[in-house]
């Protein structure tokens, strides 16, 4: 009794320090965003003596040590207008420390943060041109070291260019022409909640309820707001098909704040409340462009369930300065994956016909992955901050963040399993609404272990589990898990025809790439850049690896069209080809390859000895089940 009434005692102390502490007031000026600078000014309540600052270095989401410090400059403290001398930790390169002066109750803090260019990583990446820009907390301020991240309160306030509109998930308390003034928050939630503005603006109300959810779309340009009503209606149906897949939201509201441009980083980004998807600047307006990248919003949106609410005990650490663990992310990212993918299809952002063909070829990339033969999936889980780091080139042989695809491929199985041995009376769908229902209310995390997975599963549907995700997350060997596939009713087929997704990526992609992964071995950057050999294939015999450039195919010049074309006349007659490469060192070399099996495209084919069980798979959920979904 004692000891529960000390415990009690101490949680209410703590509670009580948490209210008494004053905030810390955070004024970001981005109106010189157009220079790629922003700048902030701090004022942080202290007590006299040593303080140590620290500025976030681990981003949830991210899954690394991506806080972009190097990127933070002009750097000044004072304490009651005189100046502060600071100095930088010799061992942490993210804390820095100071001397509050006697008599001072506060340190006033000024940095200015460099926008990045490049548009290669998440949010340190370029995020801003002349016309948008979005704003990330975590990259404008300091805090101190000790107390956790929900203990530590934020004020925050934000100027802008003028005339322009912004989307958040903060709460606005006063807006004016030269300030806008947002309701206090803890630091977790700061950080957890980014600000998209910019001149070209526009919001899509997708839910109207009492936890309301929209889009708020920032371009470069007017035109390319121009979202279709057919867009419009996929996207409120993700909503729906969501309610009807968890049965709860755990958001108060939610903000889709989508960047539309051609010169910022393109990826998804999670919030509770939000998320930071970015496209390429006509994603709305042409198809193409749309099909390869509408998808992320629907992915992001599942992670307000699965990431955010529901979290790897691994990844949810105290502060932004503790390291992670990601060693459950083919849980986070892979169900994820699965799941957004999911509701692209049964809401209708994708076709029945595109989900088949972006299993197929993920399947088939995984397929041929020799990396996999020494580097079982769960490593790549737990080296995660290492490998979104790694280069393109040789990534059949390394692996990279294959948690995301292959967690498609493995929880795809499961589903599978469920529906197959319960005989259409249970899904997946079952263990999501167990998991990550409940009732709805305010932004949460709720941890979890591999034994609560294995345990929901285990209520669902009887059966060993445990060993069932660790036969495929651990082991190594030369085939990717297709039992998903398989037991769908489908098998992964390949021929000349082309892959409508593989097709897009051609010519809608990023770098443009002309994938022959499944012929000869080559994935081949628009430029001619090669960007992986796979081992083992005919192409890494031959003696091309990556970073060496294509330059011609049978005496052509190289375009995608004619690598296809030349692979197309081998069909069943053997044939020489020549490649003309510039190797790394400048020279040139030809390179001959005996080939003949034709264009090898992977697709799905039906397997008509078993049910089709996919079809069941993609299919929407029924309205009857969203009716928890809106209120508390």
């Known amino acids: 009794?004692?000891?529960?009434?000390?415990?009690?005692?101490?949680?209410?102390?703590?509670?009580?320090?948490?209210?008494?502490?004053?905030?810390?007031?955070?004024?970001?000026?981005?109106?010189?965003?157009?220079?790629?600078?922003?700048?902030?000014?701090?004022?942080?309540?202290?007590?006299?003596?040593?303080?140590?600052?620290?500025?976030?270095?681990?981003?949830?989401?991210?899954?690394?040590?991506t806080g972009p410090v190097t990127d933070l400059v002009n750097l000044r403290v004072s304490a009651g207008g005189k100046p502060v001398a600071w100095h930088r930790d010799p061992v942490d390169m993210y804390a820095l420390h100071v001397d509050v002066p006697a008599g001072a109750d506060a340190v006033e803090v000024a940095l200015d943060f460099l926008s990045p260019g490049s548009q290669s990583g998440f949010s340190s990446a370029a995020s801003a041109?002349?016309?948008?820009?979005?704003?990330?907390w975590n990259q404008l301020l300091l805090y101190p070291q000790g107390p956790k991240s929900d203990e530590v309160m934020f004020k925050p306030s934000l100027r802008l260019p003028a005339g322009w509109k912004y989307g958040t998930s903060l709460t606005t308390v006063r807006e004016t022409p030269d300030r806008i003034e947002l309701a206090p928050l803890s630091l977790t939630m700061l950080v957890?909640?980014?600000?998209?503005?910019?001149?070209?603006?526009?919001?899509?109300?997708?839910?109207?309820?009492?936890r309301d959810v929209a889009l708020d779309i920032a371009a470069d340009s007017q035109a390319a707001l121009a979202i279709t009503p057919e867009t419009t209606e996929a996207l409120r149906r993700v909503v729906a098909q969501a309610d009807a897949l968890f049965g709860a939201r755990h958001y108060d509201h939610y903000r889709f704040l989508l960047t539309l441009s051609d010169h910022v980083a393109h990826f998804g980004l999670e919030h509770h409340q939000s998320n930071d998807s970015r496209m390429a600047e006509r994603a709305l307006v042409d198809s193409t462009l749309g099909?390869?990248?509408?998808?992320?919003?629907?992915?992001?949106?599942?992670?307000?369930?699965?990431?955010?609410?529901?979290?790897?005990?691994?990844?949810?650490?105290?502060?932004?300065?503790?390291?992670?663990?990601?060693?459950?992310?083919?849980?986070?990212?892979?169900?994820?994956?699965?799941?957004?993918?999911?509701l692209a299809v049964r809401s209708g952002l994708w076709t029945p016909q595109r989900y088949r063909e972006r299993l197929a070829k993920v399947a088939s990339d995984l397929e041929h992955r020799p990396g996999r033969e020494w580097r079982p999936l769960t490593d790549?889980?737990?080296?995660?901050?290492?490998?979104?780091?790694?280069?393109?080139?040789?990534?059949?042989?390394?692996?990279?963040?294959?948690?995301?695809?292959?967690?498609?491929?493995?929880?795809?199985?499961?589903?599978?399993?469920?529906?197959?041995?319960?005989?259409?009376?249970?899904?997946?769908?079952?263990?999501?609404?167990?998991?990550?229902?409940?009732?709805s209310g305010s932004p949460t995390v709720k941890t979890y272990t591999l034994d609560d997975v294995v345990r929901t599963l285990n209520e669902v549907h009887p059966y060993d589990w445990r060993k069932f995700l660790m036969d495929r997350v651990t082991a190594t060997g030369a085939h990717a898990p297709l039992g998903g596939i398989e037991r769908s009713g489908y098998r992964l087929v390949y021929n000349d025809t082309r892959n409508e997704y593989l097709k897009d990526i051609e010519e809608g992609g990023d770098d443009g790439l002309a994938d022959a992964g499944a012929s000869i071995g080559l994935r081949v950057k628009e430029d001619g850049e090669i960007q992986d050999a796979i081992p083992g294939t005919p192409a890494y015999e031959a003696g091309i690896t990556p970073g060496m450039k294509l330059i011609a195919v049978n005496g052509r010049k190289f375009n995608s069209d004619v690598l296809r074309d030349t692979l197309l006349a081998t069909s069943g007659a053997p044939a020489t080809l020549t490649l003309l490469i510039e190797t790394n060192d400048d020279f040139f070399s030809q390179h001959t390859i005996q080939y003949g099996k034709g264009l090898q495209e992977p697709h799905l084919e039906r397997d008509g000895s078993k049910p089709d069980l996919l079809e069941r798979h993609m299919a929407p959920l029924s309205a009857g089940s969203e009716k928890t979904a809106g209120t508390p």
């Not at 790549?380 to 948690?403: I, M, N």
């Open 192 to 210: 957890d909640s980014p600000v998209l503005t910019g001149e070209y603006f526009r919001v899509v109300p997708l839910d109207t309820s009492d």
């Open 1 to 65: 009794m004692r000891r529960s009434l000390l415990l009690l005692l101490v949680s209410l102390w703590a509670a009580a320090a948490q209210a008494q502490r004053p905030a810390i007031e955070l004024n970001v000026d981005a109106r010189d965003v157009a220079r790629k600078l922003l700048h902030a000014q701090m004022r942080i309540p202290a007590a006299p003596g040593p303080l140590t600052l620290v500025y976030p270095k681990w981003l949830p989401g991210e899954h690394g040590p």
């Open 129 to 136: 041109t002349p016309h948008l820009a979005l704003l990330t």
């Open 380 to 439: 790549t889980a737990v080296a995660a901050q290492l490998l979104y780091e790694a280069p393109r080139a040789w990534a059949s042989f390394r692996r990279g963040t294959d948690f995301y695809d292959e967690g498609w491929l493995i929880w795809l199985d499961a589903d599978m399993l469920i529906r197959e041995q319960t005989k259409g009376k249970r899904s997946l769908d079952d263990f999501c609404r167990r998991f990550h229902g409940g009732a």
């Open 291 to 342: 099909r390869l990248a509408l998808g992320v919003l629907s992915h992001e949106y599942v992670h307000s369930w699965n990431g955010k609410y529901r979290r790897p005990a691994g990844l949810a650490t105290p502060d932004f300065q503790e390291p992670m663990q990601g060693e459950l992310l083919w849980v986070y990212e892979g169900l994820t994956q699965y799941l957004g993918n999911l």
